[in-house]
Every structure is written in structure tokens, then in C-alpha cells.
């Protein structure tokens, strides 16, 4: 470990992923102890044009005794190197090995014996595939999902056909650059320097994002065909989204209390496909990373969120393996029902 650009008590180090067709490939895990050790580690995984740099959600969690880890995925923040394309891929599955790797860190070099993942946006989709590809491991204990990226935010008459369109482009020119993408509206309502409160850098995560490359909107579109077939993601899941969401790419006030990046009602309808105990918690007054909301739904997001731990995981953790609540297992709905498992409204 060395120092992390956070400085202390935050260190980091550089996982060695080999090389890929542009060049070698890094991920790095950065690293904040507890005072006294639980046993107990969070490993946060960050969104798309992002990268972590939330010290008050890693303060909540050390707060409380659990060791807090933050995976930088390849081609993203402290890991995207000069020679690559940032935050691209092929298929979602390319970041398994980092994660493999940052859970046999915290697990058997790190000791520690209880492991909740927390996700963020596309780090939902991605760790969702990988706790199902995973689910005969024993490797994660329970999923909080913080807006999770489980369908393209467009109507259904526009995303499938563009869809289908870039799933033929991406196997011929998998680096074009689409005429669509992010918005600078969600950043200008998060940045310091704009008309939000935190202060992060623009290089690695830019208002209005890094270019949407074919190859990687089809990396997308697969996975989450996945997931909306069905996972079998055995952990209990938590997946918290905003109550509204902004549409408009031009700023407006509502933007701050709202959803400016996913449909929110995506979320909840396909969250019960992740397994067969999912929680789900809708915010009203959230952002997209709700732990950058306004401080009093921050607070009722830790709150939900403490809550969900200590009926879960506290009493998993000390159980064994398998649900310990007093929830009776749910099946999926079928395809087209918002309904969710142990839905909360937390407002």
C-alpha cells in the first residue's frame, strides 16, 4: 500500500490486470482501516465518468467498525492510464478480475470475514453480474445498490432500435463516438465550482461525461438483457434510487432533487430480477449518487441504510450463510411489474 491522493488515513495500491489491445491495464484499490477490526469491509464500486472520491460515505461506514475499500476499475480515475480510452470496454465481464482480486484482498490477505458491496450506477450493473457469476463462492454478503444503471434512460420506442443499431456498428468500429451521452446538468448540480457542494476532479470525471463509444453502449445493452432475464444473486440486495426523475438537459432548481441521469421507475421495475431478496428504497429529494444529495436525504439514505445492515447483515454475519430476516422469499415478477421485494418509501 502507499499513500492515495485522499491522503491519510486513505492508502492505495495498483492491481496488474496484464494487457489488452491498447496496452497494459491497471486497476487500483484504495484502503481505509477501521480503528478496531470488526471483521467486517464495504467495497464501494463507482458509476460511469467516475471514480471515488465520497470521504463522508467511507467516514459512515469506519464510523460504524467496517473496513471501507474503493475499487477504481480499469480506465477509470486513478487507474486510467495516458495509452487508453477512458472508462471503455468490451464486455462488463472484462472487470471481474479486479474485483476477484480486490475481494481476495479484503477477504484473505485482509482477514476480514463479512463483505458488503456498494455500488454505484453502472458499478451496480457490473457487480450484479459478477455477485451471480459469483454466487457459489460465498464471496459477497449483501449488495447496497445506489441507483443502479439497469436500463437505458430513453423512451422504448428510441432505445430499442438504438439498441439493435449499435450492436451491429460496435462489431465493425467498436471505438466510434455516438452522437448521444451525459449531460453537463447532474454535474453542474454536484460540483463545487457550479451549483453543487463537492469538490472532485474534472479530468477523470468531466460534467458532461467522456464520450458514448459503440462498442461499450453494446457492452451495456447485453448486460442489463441479462439481468432483465433473471439473476440468482443469493445475498440479500438493497437497491435505493431517488423518487423523481429529471429529464431536461437544460438546468432547472428540480434538478437538484431529482434523478438527473436514470428513469427512476427503470430501477425499481427491474430490481426484483437481481434474486430472491431484494429490499428496494426510493428517496424523495435524491440524486443520482444519493450520498450527493442534500444533506438531510443523506442522512435518511445512511439511516435506510443502517437500518437494512443491521436486519441483514448483522444478523447474517453472526447466522451463517442465507437470509435473516423475517422475510419470506419473493419470485421474480414477471416481465413488466414494478413490483419490488420489501419495498420502503424512505421520504
Known amino acids: 500500500m502507499e499513500p492515495d491522493i485522499l491522503g491519510a488515513p486513505y492508502e492505495r495500491e495498483t492491481i496488474d490486470l496484464g494487457r489488452d489491445d491498447e496496452g497494459p491495464v491497471v486497476a487500483t ?32 461506514f469506519v464510523e460504524r467498525g467496517w473496513d471501507f475499500y474503493a475499487l477504481d476499475l480499469r480506465k477509470y480515475g486513478r487507474s486510467l492510464l495516458p495509452h487508453q480510452t477512458p472508462n471503455f470496454c468490451l464486455d462488463l465481464s472484462e472487470y471481474f478480475p479486479e474485483l476477484d482480486a480486490a475481494a481476495q484482498i479484503i477477504r484473505e490477505r485482509d482477514g ?11 458499478g451496480g450493473l457490473i457487480t450484479a453480474l459478477w455477485a451471480h457469476a459469483r454466487r457459489d463462492a460465498g464471496i459477497v454478503d449483501g449488495l447496497f445498490m445506489n441507483s443502479p444503471f439497469f436500463d437505458l434512460n430513453a423512451p422504448w420506442f428510441v432505445r430499442r432500435p438504438l439498441v439493435a443499431a449499435v450492436t451491429r456498428l460496435h462489431r465493425r468500429k467498436p471505438y466510434r463516438v455516438l452522437p448521444l451521452g ?20 474534472l479530468t477523470w470525471k468531466p460534467l458532461g461525461g467522456f464520450g458514448v463509444r459503440s462498442g461499450w453502449l453494446a457492452a ?32 432547472h432548481d428540480d434538478a437538484t432533487v431529482a ?76 416481465a413488466g411489474s414494478a413490483t419490488a421485494v420489501g419495498a420502503a418509501e424512505a421520504s
Request: hydrophobic fraction near 35%; charged fraction near 20%; charge should be positive.
Open 112 to 122: 476480514n470475514t463479512t463483505m458488503l458491496v456498494n455500488a454505484h450506477s453502472t
Open 182 to 201: 451525459l449531460n453537463s446538468v447532474y454535474g453542474q448540480s454536484i460540483h463545487a465550482e457550479h451549483r453543487g457542494e463537492w469538490t472532485y476532479d
Open 220 to 251: 451495456i445493452a447485453r448486460a442489463q438483457r441479462q439481468l432483465r432475464s433473471g439473476l440468482q444473486i443469493p445475498a440479500p440486495v438493497l437497491v435505493a434510487c431517488s423518487t423523481r426523475t429529471y429529464r431536461s438537459a437544460k438546468w
Open 29 to 60: 484499490l484504495v484502503r481505509r482501516r477501521a480503528e478496531r477490526p470488526t471483521g467486517r469491509a464495504v467495497l464501494y464500486v463507482h458509476g460511469y465518468c467516475d471514480y471515488f472520491f465520497q470521504t463522508h460515505l467511507a467516514d459512515h
Open 259 to 334: 434523478d438527473a441521469v436514470l428513469d427512476v421507475e427503470h430501477i425499481v421495475r427491474w430490481a426484483p430480477r437481481l434474486g430472491q431478496h431484494v429490499t428496494v428504497a426510493r428517496f424523495d429529494g435524491g440524486k443520482h449518487d444519493l450520498t450527493l444529495s442534500g444533506p438531510a436525504v443523506r442522512e435518511r439514505v445512511f439511516t435506510e441504510l443502517d437500518r437494512w445492515i443491521g436486519g441483514y447483515l448483522d444478523v447474517t454475519a453472526s447466522a451463517g450463510p442465507g437470509p435473516a430476516t423475517e422475510s419470506a422469499p419473493v419470485s421474480p415478477p414477471p
